[in-house]
């Protein structure tokens, strides 16, 4: 196969010139600043490879053919098509080169997450005891979860607060002396921190097919305070509320979108030991959840 050999400061060069006569290539990148350059084929849906990373002018030889070229700089990126061939260094064709969108990826200083997860209940002696004692409902279950979180701090490491709700159960019995009508229910809630490790894993999804679209995968811990209200009616009204710290961990993927705007998924455990009752024990209103959303950085 021939090669070529060009100067990547005229291809940049190029780039900055046309973006004055050209509006979908307004302003180009700064050739004082470090930039990277990547390559591909035209057609080929493979991940571009990472060829020259630098300042000013960098020589390269490259295949003849068509060709793909990725100048990135900062969060900002440009797709430019060249035709490389023996007979010349290079052919170059003004109107295939554009201005990416802006990637708002895991760059992201500020995040929030909004979204709901799907738990599966925990069944403890709270549970067994309620459901010895002729309460219906209250059995292994699935319940909703609803939450807001904001995230603050830098590229990979993340802080953030988030305000959830937790497990919401009943039941009803008939009592076995009386035959009256005797419900238990309780809902509970949770404020915690969080602390993320993101990593950027764009280049395994589809990068050359959506390249403004950033991917990461994040693993995080969360300690946090459960509040819960428990109420039993029955010859008497009777409420309480409890407290108790509040563990969690999760694992999860999030898309971002142009503009800040994304999706996240994620798998997690809580643990919460907070309802504690005289006559029927300790109850976790946490358990496994399935939970995804939508997120807005900037």
């Known amino acids: 196969m021939a090669a070529s050999t060009f100067r990547c400061a005229l291809l940049v060069g190029l780039a900055v010139l046309i973006g004055t006569m050209d509006s979908a290539f307004a302003d180009g990148p700064d050739l004082s600043k ?8 035209q057609g080929h849906d493979s991940p571009a490879s990472e060829i020259a990373e630098g300042e ?94 904001f995230f603050f701090g830098t590229r990979r490491l993340k802080t953030g607060i988030e305000a959830s ?20 229910s309780w809902s509970s809630l949770a404020i915690t921190l969080k602390s993320r490790a993101s990593v950027d894993v764009s280049q395994f999804f589809l990068r050359r097919l959506w390249p403004s679209i950033a991917v990461e995968a994040f693993g ?10 428990t109420r039993f009616q029955g010859a008497s009204l009777q409420k309480q509320t409890h407290y108790s710290p509040l563990l969690q961990a999760g694992i999860g993927l999030a898309y971002v979108f142009p503009h800040g705007i994304g999706v996240y998924a994620r798998i997690d455990f809580t643990e919460a030991n907070t309802i504690d009752d005289d006559i029927y024990g300790e109850h976790d209103v946490g358990g496994t959840g399935f939970a995804s959303g939508l997120r807005f950085g900037w």
């Open 56 to 149: 000013g002018t960098v020589t390269l030889t490259l295949p003849s053919g068509k060709l793909v070229i990725y100048v990135s700089q900062e969060n900002q990126r440009w797709r430019c098509t060249i035709e490389v061939t023996e007979a010349q260094d290079l052919a170059w064709k003004p109107s295939n080169c554009k201005k990416m969108f802006r990637r708002r990826d895991s760059r992201t200083r500020f995040a929030i997450e909004l979204g709901g997860a799907i738990v599966t209940s925990v069944v403890d002696n709270y549970s067994v005891a309620l459901l010895g004692a002729g309460y219906d409902g209250v059995g292994p279950k699935e319940h909703q979860r609803v939450s807001g979180t």
């Open 165 to 184: 709700t937790l497990e919401k159960g009943a039941g009803v019995r008939q009592n076995p002396t009386t035959g009256a009508e005797e419900t238990v």
């Open 220 to 229: 995080e811990l969360g300690l946090g305070l459960a509040v819960a209200r």
């Open 34 to 41: 470090p930039y990277g350059i990547e390559i591909g084929e």
